[in-house]
Every structure is written in structure tokens, then in C-alpha cells.
């Protein structure tokens, strides 16, 4: 087999680039059945063309691949499953934005939805979409309560909105 410096591998579609023996070893595809670095190598450029062209063929092959590995004595694995687990979870997940919105309450973010959205308790919605007021109309009289007359234009809020 010639010598090769990177791979394609296959695992259910998804193609995953082994570029050095860090990666590889960072590469959590099954925990529990693990193909030695040159196995996998080269049933992937062997994959890969049978892949471009035919691509059930490609899989049916992965497919008897993953077999063949599983039924290899594997390495002994010293990380349980539960912590593996999390580990898995922390290196996929997203760090939690930093942004002004993710800091807010869960309330304050409903709130700002609402508002965006026109989903909220403002007469307008509620006569529009779920008909149990009499009229669309702010108590002030005049124009219907929503967002923008709340905010922007409503007499009954005018000294919230000075003070600010």
C-alpha cells in the first residue's frame, strides 16, 4: 500500500478528513470500534471512487468495512461511555453566545419576541387573531394597539417614554 499523508473517511455520509495522527486520535466515530489509521486510510481512497460514481455501492462497502473492524480485537478503553458521552458533547456543542440578548431572563427574551414578532397581549392580536376583545383600538383612541403605537406614538405612555 503507498504511503498517504491525509484521507477521506466515510461514516453514514458524512466525510471526515484525517489529516495527522492528532486529529485521528481526537476523531471520536465509534468509541468502541476503532480501525488502525492506515485501515482506514486506505478503505477510504479505496471508497472514494466506487463513491463518486456509485454511491450505494461506496456505502455497501463502508458498510462491510465497519464490520470487518468490529470483529478486530479492539484497544481496551479506559473512558467509560458516560464520560465519553460528555466529552463528546462539550467538543460539538456551540459555546453559549455572549451577546446583550443571551444574557437577558428567559421572560425579558419572551418579551422582546412578542414585540418583535406582534405575538403578544397588545389589543390588536388579541382581536385579530384570537377575537376575545371587543376592538382592536388602544384605550387611548387613537389607532389600533400594537408594537409600533405602544412604543412609538400612544398618549398613555408618554411620560415612560420622556423619562427615558
Known sequence: ???QKEGLVYTSSTPMEINNQRQYQQAYIVPTTKLK???VIHAAYSIKNKVDNTPQVGNEQA???AKHGA???QEENRVCYTEMKSIIKYLFNTPQQEDSYHQLTRSEQTT???LRTGHNRLNQHLYKVMKVVPS???PCGEAEQNTAHL???CNIHQALRDNI
Open 1 to 3: 500500500m503507498p504511503q
Open 37 to 39: 489509521k492506515e485501515a
Open 63 to 65: 458498510d462491510k468495512l
Open 71 to 73: 470483529e478486530q480485537q
Open 112 to 114: 422582546i419576541f412578542r
Open 136 to 138: 382592536p383600538m388602544c
Open 151 to 153: 412604543l412609538q406614538s
